[in-house]
């Protein structure tokens, strides 16, 4: 099964920061990797696709980067609402052995 | 609008069977550009994929659960479900379910979700 890796597992940023996320794969995934919001009580929200792809309505601070076993998820300036726990998710032999990231939680400094 | 809704008991005894149903509206489970599926959160940890569905009842399991999980549709209620058996209080989570792409166009994230169903196990 192909392991995702996220690092850091959490992060502490002020408004206004630059914070990059990594996620790191066991093996290839090409291009099959998409990155995820989560919020407390909410359910997770499609926020990068196919490593890049931003999803409709998504802000443009976000965006994703990366090919292979390395990818990033950057946002370009911290929002208040953007204090979450981000996931990546790899789904190279979809549809079967979908896995997530281990989580990266975005906490106010 | 693309909805769907998780339901089942909140609390399930151990070693007894988890048993949860996701209803489907404003769209139908028979779409071919569509897969289903069953995804958890175990309080305090990340997310863990369950397993997949799609209309013809071609199912895809997380390998470290396949022993214990069956998922099943019926395309007549435009449901799909999800039994867990043999449940301990590592099963304790909140389970998802949501809605995959096409497997042919390599669509194999999540982009509709309900709002989650927490299930304690618990005697």
């Known amino acids: 099964a192909i392991q995702l890796t996220q690092s850091p597992s959490s992060l502490s940023a002020s408004v206004g920061d630059r914070v990059t996320i990594t996620c790191r794969a066991s093996q290839g995934i090409s291009r099959s990797l998409v990155w995820y919001q989560k919020k407390p009580g909410k359910a997770p929200k499609v926020l990068i696709y196919?490593?890049?792809s931003l999803e409709s309505g998504v802000p443009s601070r976000f965006s994703g980067s990366g090919s292979g076993t390395d990818f990033t998820l950057t946002i370009s300036s911290l929002q208040p609402e953007d204090f979450a726990t981000y996931y990546c998710?790899?789904?190279?032999?979809?549809?079967?052995?979908?896995?997530f990231g281990g989580g990266t939680k975005v906490e106010i400094k | 609008q693309l909805q769907v809704q998780e339901s089942g008991p909140g609390l399930v005894k151990p070693t007894e069977t988890l048993s949860l149903t996701c209803t489907v509206s404003g769209g139908s489970i028979s779409d071919n550009n569509s897969y289903w599926g069953w995804i958890r959160q175990p309080p305090g940890n990340g997310l863990e994929w369950i397993g997949t569905i799609f209309h013809n009842g071609n199912t895809y399991y997380n390998p470290s659960l396949k022993s214990r999980i069956t998922i099943s549709v019926n395309r007549s209620k435009n449901q799909f479900s999800l039994r867990l058996t043999s449940v301990t209080a590592a099963d304790t989570a909140l389970y998802y379910c949501a809605r995959l792409g096409a497997a042919e166009i390599s669509y194999g994230y999540a982009d509709y979700w309900g709002q989650g169903t927490l299930v304690t196990v618990s005697s």
């Open positions: 998710q790899q789904f190279h032999n979809y549809p079967q052995g979908l896995t």
């Open positions: 196919d490593v890049s």
